[in-house]
């Protein structure tokens, strides 16, 4: 007789099994991506940083799923995003690739992991593509050189995403985490990088932290996807980093920015759960025997006892 495998993943006390092939739904592409472009229909995007964050954007349905270079300063707590390798970026993409079946994965190209060199940023992007089995890569900046490598990405079949306004990899030249695009000049040049990375073939472009005017003027001049973070509601899509979106970080240590909503409290929510567990275990409330403990037959432990008394 064939038994049948039950395949599952362990994972401390949760098993998680795998969707059988009747409920496959396939990944999202970039046609889809804009096929709800051109239907008018805005593009979600959450940012994901490891297995557990992925599968709650999974299961939520988000179009895109961006490994986001923010994962450096949030997840991992650095200082900011320029201290994350392209080696850190692959362990978590790897990770959020094990969570996520159905949207369209897209990984940042790490700051000094593509500047150098149109090859540097080509073996970067592949070892993304390859190891991490993602589907796309975002870049930030439109500079000559940036323009050249995109093209050549594209050129080779590596979707690629663009990235102005503000770029926080270039936060020092910036002067800081500033909006952008408030004066005209500056604008302009947004107005500008945006035609030019178009035409480098990015297939949709991050707008961060410019006037609602200037992303709307923008929006409609360009023919692919533009994507708003602190760009005000005119864009095609809207993306937001997964710890401000469900509130992870610390509301008294952090600063939330005026253009996130926060949808949930989950760092209050998880204080709250903790110190409950922990008042939980000091009173001896948790674990109860009969209802977290497991049993063993009498005369089994019985055996055992005399066994383990005699030695
Ligand atoms: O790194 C990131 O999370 C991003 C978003 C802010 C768009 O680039």
Redesign the pocket.
């Given at each position: 007789m064939i038994r049948p495998i039950r395949l599952s993943i362990r994972s401390f006390s949760i098993t998680t099994k795998l969707k059988s092939s009747y409920t496959h739904v396939p990944r999202k592409t970039i046609s889809d991506i804009h096929e709800l472009y051109k239907s008018n229909i805005p593009i979600t995007?959450s940012?994901s940083h490891d297995y557990i964050t992925s599968k709650m954007v999974d299961d939520a349905d988000i179009d895109i799923n961006?490994v986001?270079?923010?994962?450096a300063n949030t997840t991992l707590g650095y200082q900011d995003?320029n201290e994350l390798t392209i080696d850190e970026m692959l362990y978590h993409v790897k990770s959020v690739q094990r969570g996520n079946s159905k949207s369209l994965i897209v990984a940042?190209l790490p700051f000094g992991s593509f500047e150098k060199s149109q090859k540097q940023a080509i073996e970067s992007a592949i070892k993304l593509i390859q190891l991490g089995k993602i589907q796309a890569v975002?870049l930030?900046g439109a500079n000559e050189d940036t323009l050249k490598t995109i093209k050549k990405l594209v050129s080779i079949g590596v979707p690629v995403m663009g990235?102005s306004g503000l770029t926080?990899q270039k936060h020092n030249t910036m002067g800081g985490y500033k909006i952008q695009g408030k004066d005209s000049e500056n604008a302009l040049q947004i107005y500008k990088d945006c035609l030019n990375l178009q035409k480098s073939g990015v297939f949709a472009i991050?707008l961060?932290c410019i006037p609602n005017k200037i992303s709307k003027f923008i929006t409609e001049k360009l023919n692919i996807p533009t994507?708003g973070?602190g760009a005000g509601p005119y864009c095609s899509g809207q993306?937001l980093?997964i710890s401000d979106l469900l509130g992870m970080k610390n509301p008294e240590e952090n600063h939330i920015a005026k253009f996130v909503k926060p949808y949930a409290n989950f760092y209050n929510l998880g204080i709250e759960g903790l110190k409950n567990y922990k008042n939980d275990v000091i009173t001896k409330k948790f674990p109860l025997a009969d209802e977290h403990g497991y049993k063993i037959k009498k005369e089994v432990y019985e055996q055992f006892k005399k066994e383990a008394e005699s030695i």
């Open positions: 995007i940012t961006l986001g270079d923010s994962l995003t940042d975002k930030e990235h926080p991050v961060e994507i973070i993306v980093v």
